[in-house]
């Protein structure tokens, strides 16, 4: 279908674009942090290296279909924005997760995506081909959407949104309908599906939100001496995002973990600060 001749269709891509370039680029703060820190304080790189597949996957999807440009444009910015910090975090990460996230690069992002490639390359023609890397795509999502009703059921467990901050979660909605609206115009079934679970699961959320807006915030969990990892993720054929949460740790992890790390956490631990790893746009 030719989106010169369906303004709606280039109208609702560009929206698309625009919310989801805005959510690639939340994280930067956090990466500014590390950078004057010289350390990633504990957080994880799994996330970005996800995100970066999944914007792989897209990417790919999008030059078959030859004449998505705003499928194509997305995509290639989420696979810089999340290159950029992947070897950002590489850099200042301590040597086990350096040495875990490098494994992965090399083993998803690498090996994983060379195989799909060459794969859909010699065994697979015109519309098959298009169509095995739609549903890689959408599986990927479906995997990655687990992630929101880890951190719903924490909500209602805690009685506290604190770990699930209400932008977060209208923005991730708004996405979402965006990418839903592009697909169904389109008439593009992979890039409408995950969408489909992202409002759903947004809505979700703020009604949870709405539920629990007026209750006592939660920063720590007792009996809970560990890193706490969360991860939101919303994913839409255009984006995925994540956020990731820690608390505050007790002397004893913080100094553990940081045992192979040149720059030690403070004494009596620190507070790392809400880590938003976006977009992984279709």
């Given at each position: 279908?030719?989106?010169a001749?369906h303004p ?5 891509g560009?929206?698309g674009n625009?919310i989801s370039v805005?959510?690639?680029l939340?994280p930067l703060?956090t990466?500014f942090r590390?950078?004057?820190k010289?350390s ?5 790189s ?6 970066l597949?999944?914007?792989?996957l ?12 705003l ?12 290159s950029?910090?992947?070897?950002v975090?590489i ?5 086990k997760a350096?040495i875990l996230t490098?494994k ?5 992002n ?13 065994f697979a023609k015109?519309?098959s ?5 739609g549903?890689?795509?959408?599986a990927l999502?479906a ?9 719903m059921?924490?909500v209602?467990r805690t009685k506290?949104?604190?770990?699930m901050?209400?932008t977060?979660?209208?923005s ?7 990418w ?21 699961l947004?809505?979700i ?9 007026d ?18 993720v ?7 995002t994540?956020?990731?949460h820690?608390?505050s740790l ?5 100094k ?10 403070k004494?009596?631990g620190?507070f790392?600060?809400?880590?938003q ?6």
């Amino acid at each position: 279908m030719n989106m010169a001749h369906h303004p709606w269709i280039f109208t609702f891509g560009i929206l698309g674009n625009i919310i989801s370039v805005v959510m690639f680029l939340a994280p930067l703060p956090t990466f500014f942090r590390v950078y004057r820190k010289k350390s990633t304080e504990g957080f994880q790189s799994i996330p970005y290296v996800v995100a970066l597949f999944s914007a792989m996957l897209w990417l790919y999807y999008a030059t078959l279909k030859s004449n998505d440009y705003l499928l194509l444009s997305i995509n290639s910015v989420g696979c810089l924005v999340e290159s950029i910090y992947i070897v950002v975090y590489i850099v200042y990460a301590p040597k086990k997760a350096r040495i875990l996230t490098l494994k992965l690069v090399l083993v998803m992002n690498l090996g994983g995506f060379s195989a799909i490639l060459l794969l859909t390359h010699f065994f697979a023609k015109g519309s098959s081909r298009l169509q095995i890397v739609g549903w890689f795509s959408v599986a990927l999502s479906a995997v990655v959407f687990a992630a929101p009703l880890s951190i719903m059921r924490r909500v209602i467990r805690t009685k506290s949104v604190e770990f699930m901050p209400f932008t977060l979660s209208i923005s991730l909605t708004l996405s979402a309908i965006m990418w839903l609206i592009y697909g169904v115009l389109l008439k593009d079934f992979y890039i409408a599906l995950p969408n489909i679970f992202g409002v759903v699961l947004g809505i979700i959320q703020m009604v949870l939100y709405g539920v629990y807006k007026d209750c006592k915030e939660v920063t720590e969990e007792q009996n809970l001496p560990e890193i706490i990892d969360e991860t939101l993720v919303m994913m839409s054929p255009i984006k995925t995002t994540f956020k990731v949460h820690a608390v505050s740790l007790p002397n004893e992890v913080g100094k553990q973990e940081n045992s192979d790390d040149d720059h030690p956490r403070k004494p009596n631990g620190d507070f790392i600060e809400s880590i938003q790893l976006n977009d992984i746009a279709v």
